[in-house]
């Protein structure tokens, strides 16, 4: 029952440098998406998916991609690491047309440093 | 275009104290209004919800006032302690719009002894 597992935890990255942040959820959730943390700006939505080879943009696409081949797997790549992208990465996960009381589960986050 | 405004940034509350955090939305289009609390570290994780069609929801001490046409809602933490210290975020959803969440900014709670 691991829920949503984020790696790495930690990493620094030189500016220029490609990385790929994994995601992944033993749920079935259909929705997944990903988040970027930054001190005052709250969570901005990076991209989301609704299902296997389906994905979209949400408000800060730039300089990410995303694929999802799997249910289980959603991950963000970095085409080329600016220090603007310096920030705590957040993926989650949910189910469709859920009760209430029934949110998103969130991963514990990945801390990039970019230099 | 900010769709969620939150405030305020940051509040101080003594134990025993009532924390307020308030957010205002424009979309008369979202039908689904949570909140979530995240701990230094941690992931956010939902606290509690409200549907637009109830004014007030409470749960234990954290209760959700819900005003639809001021298109406001807020979060009540009564008898505030020190473990309720955290990052609470509002958030709202379009109805039908996938699952997707719009965030407020954050408002960091300190609760002091």
């Known amino acids: 029952n691991a829920g949503v597992t984020q790696t790495p935890k930690f990493q620094v990255l030189k500016t220029g440098q490609s990385m790929t942040l994994q995601c992944a959820q033993d749920m079935n959730h259909e929705y997944m998406s990903w988040y970027r943390q930054d001190p005052g700006m709250g969570l901005r939505l990076i991209h989301y998916?609704?299902?296997?080879?389906?994905?979209d943009q949400g408000e800060v696409p730039n300089g990410y991609n995303v694929s999802r081949s799997t249910t289980e797997d959603f991950p963000l790549r970095l085409l080329s690491a600016a220090p603007s992208q310096t920030s705590v990465y957040f993926c989650a996960s949910s189910r469709f047309g859920t009760g209430i009381n029934y949110g998103y589960t969130f991963g514990s986050g990945t801390r990039l440093t970019v230099v | 275009q900010q769709q969620v405004k939150q405030s305020p940034q940051s509040l101080i509350v003594q134990k025993g104290g009532i924390s307020i955090i308030n957010c205002a939305y424009e979309?008369?289009?979202?039908?689904?209004f949570p909140w979530y609390q995240q701990f230094p570290g941690k992931g956010p994780a939902l606290l509690i919800a409200?549907?637009?069609?109830?004014s007030e929801k409470k749960e234990g001490r954290f209760t959700i006032s819900f005003n639809k046409s001021a298109k406001q809602f807020s979060l009540h933490i009564m008898d505030s302690q020190p473990g309720d210290s955290a990052t609470y975020f509002c958030a709202a959803r379009k109805q039908g719009g996938s699952e997707k969440l719009v965030f407020g900014k954050g408002t960091k709670l300190t609760v002091n002894p």
């Open positions: 998916s609704v299902g296997a080879g389906i994905t």
């Open positions: 409200i549907r637009p069609d109830v």
């Open positions: 979309n008369t289009a979202f039908d689904y």
